[in-house]
């Protein structure tokens, strides 16, 4: 089955730029959307296809391509975008949802 | 937006069945653009895809589960549904409802409802 990789955790000052990265087999062939979860909450859609916003997520949040990996990336970090960030993509083949483990971003 | 609610038993023995209920209001369960979906995610791990259903009632599950899951829907309640038979410590998590498009993206979620299993 298709297995997404994700660093455990990603640590940046405030005011700075947070990456977080997606690696799967061949991920340009797929579309990967973004989900952000604050403790205690349900995740929420940030990205859907690779780079799209759902409407009242600011455009510091974005999201990219290149290559075997896919990129989260948050502009201007605040100490409200502390959260648990998970890529997700369909995998057409066998019809099933594929979910990485997710990525905690610590804002220092 | 829809929205979702899970509910059922927050506790569960081992070796028996954990059954739980989501009941969806601002849309429908009929809707032929929407699947629907459990997810669950053990206390401090990602998230894992159980299954999901459309109205016509056809299903799709993680292979690590199938043998123990069974979704359903029911339109008249507007209400789906998950069976997950055989239980042990290690299904213990939350457990969320959703709603899927036809190509897996996630736009509702329910808040989430942990069942743990222990006798």
């Known amino acids: 089955s298709y297995v997404l990789t994700q660093p455990p955790s990603v640590s940046v000052a405030p005011g700075k730029t947070a990456r977080i990265t997606c690696g799967g087999n061949n991920i340009g062939s797929y579309s990967v959307h973004w989900y952000q979860q604050k403790p205690g909450q349900a995740p929420m859609l940030v990205i859907y296809y690779d780079s799209d916003r759902p409407s009242g997520i600011p455009e510091r949040i974005s999201g990219s391509h290149s290559g075997n990996t896919a990129t989260l990336t948050i502009s201007g970090v605040a100490a409200g975008d502390e959260a648990v960030y998970s890529c997700q993509v369909w995998d057409s083949s066998t019809d099933h949802v594929v979910f990485g483990g997710g990525t905690k971003l610590t804002v220092l | 937006q829809v929205q979702l609610q899970e509910s059922g038993p927050g506790l569960v023995k081992p070796s028996q069945t954990l059954s739980l209920t989501c009941s969806v209001s601002?849309?429908?369960?009929?809707?032929?653009?929407?699947?629907w979906s459990w997810i669950r995610q053990p206390a401090g791990k990602g998230l894992e895809w159980i299954g999901r259903i459309n109205v016509s009632g056809s299903t799709k599950y993680n292979p690590s589960l199938r043998s123990r899951v069974t979704i359903s829907v029911d339109t008249s309640k507007n209400q789906f549904s998950l069976k997950l038979t055989s239980v042990t410590a290690a299904d213990t998590a939350v457990y969320y409802c959703?709603?899927?498009?036809?190509?897996?993206?996630?736009?509702?979620w329910g808040q989430g409802t942990l069942v743990t299993v222990s006798s």
């Open positions: 601002g849309g429908s369960v009929s809707s032929s653009s929407s699947f």
């Open positions: 959703a709603r899927e498009t036809r190509t897996a993206v996630i736009y509702d």
